[in-house]
């Protein structure tokens, strides 16, 4: 059964770090060998938007006497050398050992997405989801105007080549809604093709804030709040599960979700997931959905 942490606290570094030694020995082991962790670094005028540096200093804590082999932390959105400094990162070099990695600096490998038609899309996917032992996802849930929330699964998006990730998650212009219904189906089934290639072995979400509400919350346009929240797991799904119940949402209305589950990626069954921490009902923190949400929910065929 796996296990699931939920912290809640006014100190975001405690939380990830406690939360990681929560989830137990599944986390532990497996760390080794090459560790890569995936940062959601998309935003460089929305810094909250993106992994905090105080969280990814937890998770390098608590990476540090575990003695992994080499420890990657990454991205393949936006300009990424820029956003690694502005998001501090650089600054936690003089206290970890880590490579900062440009995904798009590894090349790339022939990728298949879809159209709104259902068409095949060309595209392409970094080769850093070849260079690991061990895959972590560091990210910030958020509510999300068209995939309802952001959550370690989506956060795979990140290994598709820069100029491409897009055709994921932009789809639709914004502001237009008479086809949301198609697009809403369509980024659904096209993060679930990354997951086919790249899955995280472990899975953290720092929640000490968040955006809700809003024409893009994933973006910070939206309302700021502070859940001060962190979860985390060896089963990606599981958390994600969890932190959709935590944060207000059915996980059956988060297509990408369930089709992990459905793919065999790990449960989003609450009776087959170990809980520690704070229980969930003093963890729930509703967040205020994308305008539309009705709509956003229909992604199913």
Known sequence: MPRVSIVKGDDRFANVLQALELAGNDVKRKIGGRVLVKVNTVMQDAPLANTHPEALRALLAFLKPLKPERVWVGEASGDVQALFQASGFAALQSEFDFTYVDFNSLGYQPFELIDLQGNPLPARITRAVSEYDCLISLSLPKAHSDAVITLSGKNMMGFLENEQMWRIHGIREFGRDDNLV???????????????????????????????????????????????????????????????????????????????????????????????????????????????????????D
Request: neutral net charge; proline residues 8%.
């Open 182 to 300: 198609i697009c809403t189906k369509t980024i659904h089934k096209n993060l679930r093709r990354p997951m086919a290639r790249v899955r995280p072995d472990v899975a953290v979400l720092d929640g000490f804030h968040s955006f809700e509400g809003g024409r893009v919350p994933q973006c910070a346009d939206g309302d700021y709040v502070e859940p001060h929240l962190a979860l985390a797991g060896a089963d990606f799904v599981a958390v994600d599960t969890v932190a959709a119940q935590v944060f207000g949402f059915d996980p059956q209305e988060i297509g990408y979700l369930v089709y992990a589950a459905r793919d065999g990626y790990g449960t989003l069954d609450m009776q087959q997931i170990e809980l520690a921490g704070v229980p969930l009902a003093q963890a729930r923190f509703p967040l205020k959905p994308a305008p539309r949400f009705e709509i956003l929910k229909q992604w199913r």
